[in-house]
């Protein structure tokens, strides 16, 4: 089992920044990827940023160039830098793990980000 707390929401103008963070703790050992979800009211769960193990990374095409995912190993955390923020990115963020050789997905409990001047 793999708990993840998360922290980091808030409110920020458009055009401004954010640092969202995830803190693991469990079965750490066992976690392949990292990553960040979002999801806006009425639309479907998707993926913002996320990074394995080998510290390879894969963006939405939305967000490339603007945010920044990344991890600490000795802390067990992830983080997502997200600058220059959009209204349209107003959503709660998920923190997501997958672990072990099943690749089991594991989520945090969510962070409001809003984007509204």
């Known amino acids: 089992q793999v708990q993840l707390v998360e922290s980091g929401g808030g409110l920020v103008q458009p055009g401004g920044s954010l640092r969202l963070s995830c803190a693991a703790s469990?079965?750490?050992?066992?976690?392949?990827?990292m990553g960040w979800y979002r999801q806006a009211p009425g639309k479907q769960r998707e993926l913002v940023a996320a990074i394995t193990r080998g510290d390879s990374t894969n963006y939405a095409d939305s967000v490339k160039g603007r945010f920044t995912i990344s991890r600490d190993n000795a802390k067990n955390t992830v983080y997502l830098q997200m600058n220059s923020l959009k209204h349209e990115e107003t959503a709660v963020y998920y923190c997501n793990v997958k672990s072990g050789s099943s690749l089991k997905n594991y989520w945090g409990q969510g962070t409001q980000v809003t984007v509204s001047s």
């Open positions: 469990g079965s750490i050992f066992s976690i392949y990827v």
